[in-house]
């Protein structure tokens, strides 16, 4: 086992492998921006914290071993990666819609107080972003990549894993948290449906550029 000062140092190691996953921005990113938008700062951190719980689980399973079958059969990582870019591209296509009833609707003058699309529920936010986190197996594999390097193979569990990612969610929350309440801030100058619809239709393309850049890594990265 590992003196202290080892342990601190695979710790350390960790923290600045977890803020820089958590500083290139991505479709939770994205969603987290677009819930913001439509439905103020609350019901997108309550998204974020969807989003968050997912490094804990995939962090738990890789302390299983669980991650390492993504790694070695092939079959079962392109599964996981086509549910998450399906997934990824359903929720384009929300935005999408939303974009062209909000062009539709231009010609009322009348602001908007939202964005255009109804306000997800609470629990239907935190499952939104939680998927979105668990449909992308290459967090799996970030920890079975960087575990095995850090640590001692005894120190490998379960509890080391979700722990792990309990603190890779500390700091994604974090930057969440502050995309949440930026894009909040910004609702009043984007209430028209002219920026609405152009909000919806950004967000809707970078999200299906998103599930289109899993499958092509998937199958000819």
């Known amino acids: 086992m590992r003196h202290s000062g080892g342990v601190t140092a695979s710790l350390l190691g960790f923290l600045a492998l977890a803020a820089a996953v958590v500083a290139m921005p991505g479709a939770d990113t994205i969603l987290v921006l677009r819930t913001s938008l ?6 997108a951190l309550v998204t974020a914290l969807g989003v968050v719980c997912g490094p804990v689980v995939w962090g738990a399973l890789a302390g299983l071993g669980v991650a390492l079958v993504l790694s070695r059969l092939p079959v079962v990582y392109a599964v996981v990666a086509l549910a998450g870019a399906g997934y990824l591209a359903y929720l384009a296509m929300g935005g999408l819609r939303a974009a062209r009833r909000a062009w539709r609707a231009r010609a009322d003058p009348t602001p908007s107080p939202t964005i255009t699309g109804a ?3 609470a629990r239907g936010a935190f499952l939104t972003g939680l998927l979105t986190n668990l449909l992308n197996p290459k967090i799996g594999v970030f920890y079975l990549a960087v575990m095995p390097g850090l640590f001692s193979p005894g120190a490998v569990t379960v509890w080391l894993g ?3 990612g309990a603190i890779h969610g500390v700091l994604g929350l974090v930057y969440l948290s502050a995309v949440a309440l930026f894009a909040d801030r910004m609702r009043r100058f984007l209430t028209r449906p002219a920026a609405n619809a152009v909000v919806e239709l950004a967000c809707g393309v970078v999200l299906l550029l998103f599930a289109v850049a899993v499958v092509a890594e998937t199958f000819f990265g």
């Not at 439509?38 to 019901?43: E, F, I, K, V």
């Open 38 to 43: 439509r439905a103020g700062a609350r019901t």
């Open 119 to 121: 306000a997800p529920t």
């Open 162 to 164: 979700a722990a792990l």
